[in-house]
Each structure stands twice: as structure tokens, then as C-alpha cells.
């Protein structure tokens, strides 16, 4: 019986596979320095390019369309987390976050690029307006990219 | 509103039920609690300025005035998700609890889904099912939005949910959808005997599916959004010999009880145990909520 589910359930998700949570850990804390803590009560798995977040080690033996939340795609050149992950887990991060005014706001739910004085390594940051996070935007020489979805973003109507 | 006429003798109050039938439905946001914090969300709607009023009954729900959520940026950070009133009672009385393992049996677009989400605190596994792909991408958003890291999202038609044991399933069935007409009166237009009696077998089947899915002990909520006594009760009645029902209220919540009786049809005494939350009670849109424990 248990043999069964489990041979089930492999052959069901396949393409899904389970990654070393301390993997995901460090590559987390190396960029937004977030403790581990912050991943301790969850599992990943990998499908194709994309890291999905899910609450149990097990995936429930169905076949699935998701397994709990994509929270960051494996590309050739850095990783690039999802606004969804940030906003979930942002708040523990202790670097690389940027603080926007009202202006650099609703330039970044425009899906806009500007220019920025921050205190920012390049690459991937986390967006944070009145201390809450907005979601991932790309540093690069003095600008900040929006990386919001285009599904939220808003046309910059002041 | 003709067709409402037929509920003439089980609605209470009938010619205010009728008044509250066009008038507009308020609107009403969940607070998305994996995200933020009731305080800390209404302290950002007042800095903003913006007028709501907390609801009485259910600490996660707000009531706004002229505001549309969906403009806010509150929305796009995932902290509050727009929820019709009456639609967050289901999740409270199916009352998951964190580490179980829990079904939405018929779960786009995910308003309920994403509020067991944050009852269950993001653990144990919740598997938001639904067979039609249009309404799945909805589903997705939404619990992509709001950050629900313990749903599993499946795409079968209910009737044949693959076997498995849950501690808890919602059944939040397609509908004639009556309890709605107070957004859109047009959906009355659809009523029929007919067309609810071909939606009777298809709850019935995926009520009985869900039975069987569910561990002895467990809970069942079946839950739609009309007034068909064929579409509520003689659902109920179906899988009356599976499971015990338990009594539905909730305190500040106005409800009337389930039918004993309809249209020569007698369910029985015991049928009271259900809710029927009518417009004019609560000013909420309408809903039926029935609570079953496996035997
Ligand atoms: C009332 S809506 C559910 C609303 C949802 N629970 C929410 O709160 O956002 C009913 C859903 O049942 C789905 N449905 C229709 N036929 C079904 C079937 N055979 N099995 C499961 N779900 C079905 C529809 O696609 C629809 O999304």
C-alpha cells in the first residue's frame, strides 16, 4: 500500500523534484541576508526552471497543475526571485532592499525604470514602500527596473 | 425577481427581502493575514484617509465605503483580497486547522481557498481543485497574490476526485447562483426548476464524492450561493445516512434554518441545522451553509 503511493506519486509529479533546503537557504541569505529560519518550515521542489515553496515534504499523490508557490527562476545568469516570494518573505530580508518614496512608488507599479541613490549591490532587490514590500526590481548602474508582473501593474496617473 | 417569487412562504419578511434585492451589495475585503496584520492594514487605510468599517462577526473582514479595492495598493501586495460578505462564512464554519490535510473541492476563484489558506497559517496541504482551465488561471493569481505556500492546485472534475483521506473538504458547489442577483439581477434570468434540478444531480454527485473522500470524523461543508431549496436541502438530504449535521451559527450573524419541508419534499426537523443567510438579515448578499461530520 505505502509502496504503491509512493511509486504513484513519483510517477505522477515527476517533474517535480525535491532540493536541499539549505541550498535555497544560502542563496537567500547571500543576496537579502535572511536567516534560515525564514525557510525552515518549508519544502522546494524544482520544475523545469522555476522553485516552488510548498508547506509539506510530501506532495499530496495528484496530479498537480502547482505545488504551493514559484518563489524564484534558475537562469543562467543570477537567480531572479518572484514579487510574490519577496512579498511573503521579504521582511526578513537585511540587505539589498530599497526604500521607495511616493514618486519612485508609482513609478515602480507603472512597470517604469529611474534613477535611484541607494545603497544597493546589482542585480535583484526588493522594492519596499512605508516599510512594506512591493516586489523584485533589477539594480543596474544607478536604476532601478520595475520587475512587477505585468498583471499588477498600473499606468502612472498621478 | 419574479422568479424569487417562489420563496414567497420560506423567506421571512418577504417584502423586505425584496428591498434589499436592489440595493447594492456593500463592498467587502478579507484581510489577507499571511501578509499583514488587521492593525497594521487599517492603520495604512486610515493614513490614507479612507473610510471602512470592520465587520462585527469576523475579525478579518472590512467593509469599505467608496473605495474599490482592486485600485488600492494594499491589493497589489497581497494584504487584502475583495470578498463578498456572506462568501467568508464557509471557511469559518469548515474551521481548518494548520497541518491538516484539507479539500476545496470546487475552489476557483480561490476567495475561500486563500481564506482556509490563512486559517491553516500556510501549513499541512490544501488541495484547491477545479476543472475548468479558464477559472484555474484565476485561482492561480489569487493564491499566487496572497502568498497561500500550503495549496496544491488540481484540475478534476469533483465527481471522480481521485481516493485519498481528508480531515476537512468544502463544497462550495456550482450554483444557480441567486444569493448573487443583488450584484447583477440579470443572473435571475437564468433561474429555472430545470436548470436547478440539472445542477442538483451534479451537487449531489460531488457532495456524495465528497463523503467518500472524507476520513470518518471529518467535516463536510456544503455551501452555495442561492435560494433553491433543490439546490440546498435535497442536496443535503442525498448523503443524510453517511452524516451527522451539525448545527450552523454564528454568533452576529443573522440566520434563518434549513427547510424541514418544500414542495412536498419533507426533509425533516433536523434539517434546522442548517443556515439560510438571506440579504435582508445581515445586509450580505445570500448563502446556504450546511456542516456535516462523517460517521
Ligand atoms: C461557486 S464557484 C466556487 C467559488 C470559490 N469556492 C470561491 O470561493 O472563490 C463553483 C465552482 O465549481 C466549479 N465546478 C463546476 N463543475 C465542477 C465539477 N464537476 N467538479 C468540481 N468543480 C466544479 C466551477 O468551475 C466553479 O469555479
Redesign the pocket.
Same mark, same amino acid.
Given at each position: 500500500m505505502i509502496l504503491e503511493d509512493s511509486l504513484s506519486q513519483s510517477s505522477l509529479n515527476a517533474d517535480f523534484k525535491l532540493i536541499d533546503r539549505d541550498l535555497i537557504a544560502d542563496l537567500w541569505h547571500s543576496r537579502f541576508g535572511m536567516p534560515p529560519d525564514a525557510f525552515q518550515s518549508f519544502s522546494f521542489y524544482r520544475k523545469a526552471r522555476m522553485i516552488w515553496m510548498f508547506s509539506e515534504a510530501m506532495l499530496p499523490p495528484f496530479r498537480l497543475e502547482t505545488a504551493g508557490l514559484r518563489i524564484m527562476s534558475m537562469r543562467k545568469g543570477p537567480w531572479k526571485p518572484t514579487t510574490y516570494a519577496l512579498q511573503l518573505l521579504g521582511r526578513y530580508a537585511t540587505k539589498n532592499v530599497v526604500s521607495l518614496d511616493e514618486d519612485g512608488a508609482r513609478m515602480f507599479i507603472a512597470g517604469g525604470t529611474f534613477e535611484i541613490e541607494a545603497d544597493l549591490e546589482e542585480g535583484y532587490v526588493i522594492a519596499t514602500f512605508e516599510g512594506q514590500v512591493l516586489g523584485c526590481a533589477l539594480y543596474s548602474r544607478g536604476r532601478l527596473i520595475s520587475q512587477l508582473p505585468k498583471e499588477r501593474r498600473r499606468p502612472d496617473d498621478p | 425577481m419574479d422568479h424569487l417569487d417562489r420563496y414567497r412562504r420560506i423567506i421571512p419578511d418577504y417584502p423586505l427581502f425584496c428591498e434589499a434585492m436592489i440595493q447594492p451589495l456593500p463592498v467587502c475585503v478579507r484581510i489577507n493575514s499571511l501578509k499583514t496584520s488587521a492593525d497594521d492594514l487599517m492603520s495604512r487605510l486610515d493614513k490614507a484617509r479612507l473610510s471602512y468599517r470592520r465587520l462585527g462577526w469576523y475579525r478579518w473582514g472590512l467593509r469599505l465605503n467608496g473605495i474599490r479595492p482592486g485600485l488600492l495598493i494594499e491589493h497589489l501586495m497581497g494584504h487584502i483580497h475583495p470578498?463578498e460578505e456572506s +462568501?467568508m462564512i /464557509?471557511p469559518l464554519v469548515l474551521d481548518p486547522q494548520p497541518g491538516e490535510k484539507v479539500l476545496?473541492? !470546487? *475552489?476557483? /476563484? %480561490?476567495?475561500?481557498?486563500?481564506?482556509i489558506a490563512q486559517m491553516m497559517e500556510n501549513d499541512g496541504i490544501l488541495v484547491a481543485?477545479? /476543472? +475548468?482551465p479558464g477559472?484555474i488561471v *484565476?485561482?492561480r493569481a489569487?493564491c499566487e497574490r496572497l502568498g497561500a505556500a500550503n495549496v496544491a492546485v488540481t484540475r478534476?472534475? %469533483?465527481? *471522480?476526485?481521485p481516493r485519498y483521506e481528508f480531515d476537512r473538504i468544502?463544497v462550495?458547489? /456550482? !450554483?444557480s447562483?441567486e444569493g448573487m442577483a443583488r450584484k447583477d439581477l440579470t443572473v435571475l434570468k437564468r433561474c429555472n426548476l430545470k436548470r436547478s434540478m440539472g445542477l442538483q444531480r451534479?451537487q449531489q *454527485?460531488?457532495l456524495g464524492r465528497a463523503v467518500d473522500l472524507t476520513r470518518q470524523g471529518g467535516v463536510i461543508v456544503y455551501?452555495? !450561493?442561492t435560494y433553491a431549496p433543490e439546490e440546498n436541502e435535497a442536496v443535503v438530504e442525498s448523503v443524510l445516512d453517511r452524516v451527522r449535521l451539525i448545527d450552523v451559527d454564528i454568533p452576529g450573524l443573522a440566520r434563518s434554518r434549513g427547510l424541514d419541508a418544500w414542495d412536498g419534499n419533507i426533509f425533516g426537523e433536523l434539517m434546522g441545522r442548517c443556515a439560510r443567510y438571506y440579504p435582508h438579515h445581515n445586509d450580505t448578499g445570500g448563502f446556504f451553509v450546511a456542516k456535516l461530520i462523517k460517521r
Amino acid at each position: 500500500m505505502i509502496l504503491e503511493d509512493s511509486l504513484s506519486q513519483s510517477s505522477l509529479n515527476a517533474d517535480f523534484k525535491l532540493i536541499d533546503r539549505d541550498l535555497i537557504a544560502d542563496l537567500w541569505h547571500s543576496r537579502f541576508g535572511m536567516p534560515p529560519d525564514a525557510f525552515q518550515s518549508f519544502s522546494f521542489y524544482r520544475k523545469a526552471r522555476m522553485i516552488w515553496m510548498f508547506s509539506e515534504a510530501m506532495l499530496p499523490p495528484f496530479r498537480l497543475e502547482t505545488a504551493g508557490l514559484r518563489i524564484m527562476s534558475m537562469r543562467k545568469g543570477p537567480w531572479k526571485p518572484t514579487t510574490y516570494a519577496l512579498q511573503l518573505l521579504g521582511r526578513y530580508a537585511t540587505k539589498n532592499v530599497v526604500s521607495l518614496d511616493e514618486d519612485g512608488a508609482r513609478m515602480f507599479i507603472a512597470g517604469g525604470t529611474f534613477e535611484i541613490e541607494a545603497d544597493l549591490e546589482e542585480g535583484y532587490v526588493i522594492a519596499t514602500f512605508e516599510g512594506q514590500v512591493l516586489g523584485c526590481a533589477l539594480y543596474s548602474r544607478g536604476r532601478l527596473i520595475s520587475q512587477l508582473p505585468k498583471e499588477r501593474r498600473r499606468p502612472d496617473d498621478p | 425577481m419574479d422568479h424569487l417569487d417562489r420563496y414567497r412562504r420560506i423567506i421571512p419578511d418577504y417584502p423586505l427581502f425584496c428591498e434589499a434585492m436592489i440595493q447594492p451589495l456593500p463592498v467587502c475585503v478579507r484581510i489577507n493575514s499571511l501578509k499583514t496584520s488587521a492593525d497594521d492594514l487599517m492603520s495604512r487605510l486610515d493614513k490614507a484617509r479612507l473610510s471602512y468599517r470592520r465587520l462585527g462577526w469576523y475579525r478579518w473582514g472590512l467593509r469599505l465605503n467608496g473605495i474599490r479595492p482592486g485600485l488600492l495598493i494594499e491589493h497589489l501586495m497581497g494584504h487584502i483580497h475583495p470578498q463578498e460578505e456572506s +462568501s467568508m462564512i /464557509p471557511p469559518l464554519v469548515l474551521d481548518p486547522q494548520p497541518g491538516e490535510k484539507v479539500l476545496d473541492l !470546487c *475552489a476557483s /476563484p %480561490g476567495s475561500k481557498t486563500t481564506q482556509i489558506a490563512q486559517m491553516m497559517e500556510n501549513d499541512g496541504i490544501l488541495v484547491a481543485n477545479d /476543472p +475548468s482551465p479558464g477559472r484555474i488561471v *484565476a485561482l492561480r493569481a489569487n493564491c499566487e497574490r496572497l502568498g497561500a505556500a500550503n495549496v496544491a492546485v488540481t484540475r478534476y472534475d %469533483g465527481r *471522480a476526485f481521485p481516493r485519498y483521506e481528508f480531515d476537512r473538504i468544502l463544497v462550495d458547489a /456550482p !450554483c444557480s447562483g441567486e444569493g448573487m442577483a443583488r450584484k447583477d439581477l440579470t443572473v435571475l434570468k437564468r433561474c429555472n426548476l430545470k436548470r436547478s434540478m440539472g445542477l442538483q444531480r451534479l451537487q449531489q *454527485a460531488l457532495l456524495g464524492r465528497a463523503v467518500d473522500l472524507t476520513r470518518q470524523g471529518g467535516v463536510i461543508v456544503y455551501s452555495t !450561493c442561492t435560494y433553491a431549496p433543490e439546490e440546498n436541502e435535497a442536496v443535503v438530504e442525498s448523503v443524510l445516512d453517511r452524516v451527522r449535521l451539525i448545527d450552523v451559527d454564528i454568533p452576529g450573524l443573522a440566520r434563518s434554518r434549513g427547510l424541514d419541508a418544500w414542495d412536498g419534499n419533507i426533509f425533516g426537523e433536523l434539517m434546522g441545522r442548517c443556515a439560510r443567510y438571506y440579504p435582508h438579515h445581515n445586509d450580505t448578499g445570500g448563502f446556504f451553509v450546511a456542516k456535516l461530520i462523517k460517521r
